[in-house]
């Protein structure tokens, strides 16, 4: 059983950076697949980005609104998925969560306690 924690989150100004972490616990390296979400009050979770390792060869794909701002990647030796944003706008808002993920994108693993990040001058 893989156990995430989520760290990085807090308050930055419109245009500031973060640097989310998503430490794992158990088997990190057999996961194909990795993601962050986030949920917005009022709102759906919703995907944000999402990477796919195979054979060292990491694939990473981006919701439209964060494509070009975030950058996700993964660190076995670290067992950890970051989440870089750049650019951040007043409705990037949200609590961001990791979670395991099939080769779409849906989580299949069970949610952490996500980490609160807030844009706003």
């Known amino acids: 059983q893989v156990q995430l924690v989520e760290s990085g989150g807090g308050l930055v100004q419109p245009g500031g950076s973060l640097r989310l972490s998503c430490a794992a616990s158990?088997?990190?390296?057999?996961?194909?697949?990795m993601a962050w979400y986030r949920q917005a009050p009022g709102k759906q979770r919703e995907l944000v980005a999402h990477?796919?390792?195979?054979?060292?060869?990491?694939?990473?794909n981006y919701a439209d609104s964060v494509k070009g701002r975030f950058i996700i990647s993964r660190d076995n030796a670290k067992n950890t998925v970051y989440l870089q944003m750049n650019s951040l706008k007043p409705e990037d808002t949200a609590v961001y969560y990791c979670n395991r993920a099939d080769p779409r994108g849906t989580p299949v693993g069970s949610w952490g306690q996500g980490t609160q990040v807030t844009v706003s001058s």
């Open positions: 158990g088997s990190f390296f057999s996961i194909n697949h």
């Open positions: 990477i796919t390792s195979i054979r060292s060869t990491n694939y990473p």
